[in-house]
Each structure stands twice: as C-alpha cells, then as structure tokens.
C-alpha cells in the first residue's frame, strides 16, 4: 500500500504544480459572475438558476477534469521515459493502476470540491440556501461517479495514446449521460431491430443519470433515499472495479520497449 | 555462491511488418556478484533489450533470467536493484529531495531512512546544493547523476546502468567511477551497458559483448583481450566476425 500512496501522491503534487485546477476555477468563477450580472430569459436574478447552472457547471468541468487527469497518467509516463525508473523499482503493475487511479480520483475529488465551494459561494451571493444533507448526498455520489470515469479513463489509456483515450471516454460517458436516461422513452418509439440494440446500450453503457442530484439541490427536495444511495455508490464502485480489473489485464503483459533493440 | 544476474537461454522477438524479428537470440549470461561488468555491443545488438527484461519491462518470448535469485517476472526481484536508465528522465515538477523521497517509498524505505540517505547521496553526486530546485530547471548532467542518486536510495545489492556517463563532463565521469568502484568496494555488484570503451576499460573487472542478440565474447580483460591488442581492437574483431565482416 506504501507504493500505491506514494504513487497516488506524485499524481496530487503534479496537479497542484500543473495549476489546471486553478485554470478551471478561473473559468467557473467567471461563468457564475456572467451569470449573476446578466438577466437570462429573466431568471439572472434568482438563486435557483445559478444554482443549476453552477452545479451543472461544476460537474461538467469536474467531469473533464477527470478524464483529462486520468486518460494522461500512463501514456505521459511512458512518453517522457519517467515510466522506466518506476517500473525498475519494486512495484507491480496491478500497484502502478491503483495508484495512478488513486491520484487521479482524489485530485479530481479536490478539483471538484474546490467547484462547488465556488458555486455555493455564488449562490450565497444570491442570498440562496443549499440543504447540507443534500449537499453532501450529491458530492459522495458525483465523486463516486468520477471513480468510475478515472478508472475508464486509465483503463482506455493502457492500449492508447492520451488524447484518444480521453476522446473515447468522453464519448461513453457522455453518450451514458445524455443517452441511457432516454432509452426507456425510445424504446416505445423504436423498430423491433433498433430496440435489441437500444437494449443493449441500456445494460452496457453506465447510467451517468443516476448521480446526479442536482435537481435535488435546486429544487429543495431533501436527500435521496438511503437505501438507494447507497445501491448508487456500490453501482459506481463496480463500475471502477471492473475498469481498474480491465486496465490492469491489459497493462500486465504489455512490453515497454522504448528504445530497446 | 549465487549469481547476482543468471541469463539462460534468453529469447525475445518483435514484432514487425516483415514478420518477426529477434532482439535476443537464446542469449547466457552470468554475472557473479561482487564485480562491475560492462557490457558492449554496438548499436541494435540487444543491450537495452536485455536490460529492458531483467528489469521486468518487457517479457521474454522464451529463456528465463534472475536477478539475485528471483525470477525477474516477479516484481520483488527488483527490491534489492537499483536502475539508471541511459536518459534519466525524471519528473520536472519535483525537487531533487522530493524525488528522492518517492523512490525511498517505492522501496518501503522509512522516512528516517530516507532522509539519512538522501542527504548522503545529494552530496556525493554534489547536488546538496540544488537539492530543493524544480528538476525541470537541471541541466542533463545534473539529471543524470540525479538519476544515478535515485538508484542508489535503497542500497542495492545489483546496480543495473544503461550508459552512465552519457552527457557527463570528465569530472563528474569521475565521480561516477569513484562511485561504482565504491560500490565494488563493499562487495556490491554494478552491470553496466556502455559504448565508452575506456570507460569500461577503467572500471570494469568483467566484460560481455554482444551482437545480434547473442553473447560474443564473456570474461576478465585479461583473458579477453591477448597481450598488445587494445579493448577496441577486440571489440571490433568481435562484432565484425558476428556480422559476417560488415563492419
């Protein structure tokens, strides 16, 4: 575990040194003070829509944040050589995706923290209230869907390059999140062929929808059901399970050979 | 007594568009411990290849190798290891200290230790003074004898290093000498691939080549290399009768 810690902690120190997270509060600060000055559709002046906005804000970026940091841990490392002298150190491939996902998880927790301070600090502004309970039901269940995200990230990063891995985890996780949630209303609409396929997609892709208490948050409808929150949180955590079991297959028997001949 | 490195029967191919090609040809190699063996070959004979799976970095298609007597499939072969790639690179956003910390824990070092270590091996790399400096701002020489300070955090029993003093200036070629025959002083073992014949003519006990993946020569200077003729020479004659008199 020792290995696996100090690796997740070399991913923190980065993120902190590589100020993306600062960038993208930058980017959110100014997204909520456009929205707290201007008077959209005449909703700019009440607290629930910057509440909406701003916690859809901050998921989106937090949920960039994390394929981004995630879908860059391997290839980077391998990339620029630093791979080598950690892989000649006693550490197993199996310690070297824990902690690259370790890291990348916990940075996109802190990134995602550091929004959402943001967010309530606009809200705030706006003179709104935020149920804590809520609040905190919401973060556990965002930060145990970025789980998922970073493993499928790492997991697409074992067999590719960084920029494509990150594409290839943007795409199901976003079709997961606009698509999945629509699926039962197409369904009665689809051709007999269309809906297996439909059906398919269903089980397969991971149902991004169901972390997502945001219109708990906006509307004040109290904290979800603990019993299905907690079926949510261990949902996710299979979910991550099985990406970081994938990612570790795959990068158990793969060569590194830079250089070698 | 145990072999700090056993190579037996060691293939490894490629893949290419033309088929398969052989890296490592049924290659044996033994390195007893407690003596600094160079190990040459021109380039593309298969020297990082072979570092490249004692290290665990790629599998062998067949053969087998130990490092210390542990199969090197094995993550904890590598524990009693120390490894120096030919271009160190190392994480630019951290300091000298902090890197060192990093490769002390990977070892399961405590931090006492590590911190004991540490300060020993900034100082005989003479790096004490640049110890809390961002990496990214060293120079290679720097970087390289940084590198050489990583694979020296745990105190291994086998130093593994792929040319060490590329890109060192004479002095510090120096201080690395120094610190290999210290190294062999305490009965440590040091196995280093190099195209620096005069290096290796200076510090080595032992010496293989290889070419085209397979062993070509194995054993003291002395024994190898016949009275008058220079390491150069041999090395030449070697690697030219392996190539059918390419060279």
Known sequence: ??????????????????????????????????????????????????KEMGFLAAGLLGWSFAIQTGARQLPREEQTGTLFPLLAKPVSRWELVLGKWLGAWLASCMA?????????????????????????????????????????????????????????????????????????????????????????????????????????????????????????????????????????AALRRKRFDRGAA | MRAAIEISELSVNFAT?????????????????????????????????????????????????TLLGADVRQSIARERIGYLPENPDLYGFLSARELLTFAGRLFGLDRATIRRRSRTLLEETGLAGDADRRIATYSRGMKQRLGLAQALIN????????????GLDPLARLDVRRILADRRAVGKTVFFSSHELSEVESVCDRIAIIARGRLVAEGTMAGLVPPGQTLERFFIDSVTDRKGGET
Request: proline share 4%; net charge positive; with cysteine.
């Open chain 1, 1 to 50: 575990m020792i290995r696996v810690m100090a690796i997740a902690r070399l991913v923190l120190l980065e993120m902190i040194r590589r100020r993306d997270v600062y960038a993208l509060m930058i980017v959110l600060a100014a997204l909520l003070l456009a929205l707290l000055g201007l008077n959209v559709f005449g909703l700019g002046g009440t607290a629930g829509y910057v």
């Open chain 1, 112 to 248: 995602l923290a550091a929004f959402a301070l943001v967010v309530l600090a606009a809200v705030a502004c706006k003179g709104g209230r935020t149920d804590l309970i809520t609040l905190l039901q919401a973060y556990a269940l965002q930060i145990t869907a970025l789980a998922a995200v970073t493993a499928l990230a790492i997991c697409f990063s074992t067999r590719m390059h960084s920029d494509a891995s990150s594409t290839l985890a943007y795409l199901v996780t976003g079709t997961a999140f606009l698509l999945t949630p629509r699926i039962p209303h197409l369904l009665t609409v689809a051709t007999p062929g269309a809906r297996e396929a439909l059906l398919a997609l269903y089980y397969l892709l991971p149902h991004a929808e169901w972390f997502d208490l945001r219109r708990r948050l906006v509307h004040d409808w109290g904290p979800a059901p603990w019993s299905v929150f907690a079926l949510v949180v261990v949902y996710g955590a299979l979910w991550t399970v099985a990406a970081l079991l994938a990612a570790w």
């Open chain 2, 17 to 65: 568009r033309q088929g398969s090609h052989a890296a490592l040809d049924r290659l044996s190699l033994t390195v007893m411990p407690g003596t600094i063996c160079g190990f040459l070959g021109p380039n593309g004979a298969g020297k990082t290849t072979t570092l490249h799976v004692l290290l665990g970095f790629i599998a062998p298609t067949s053969g087998s190798a």
């Open chain 2, 155 to 166: 105190d291994p029993d086998l130093l593994i290093l792929d040319e060490p003093t590329g």
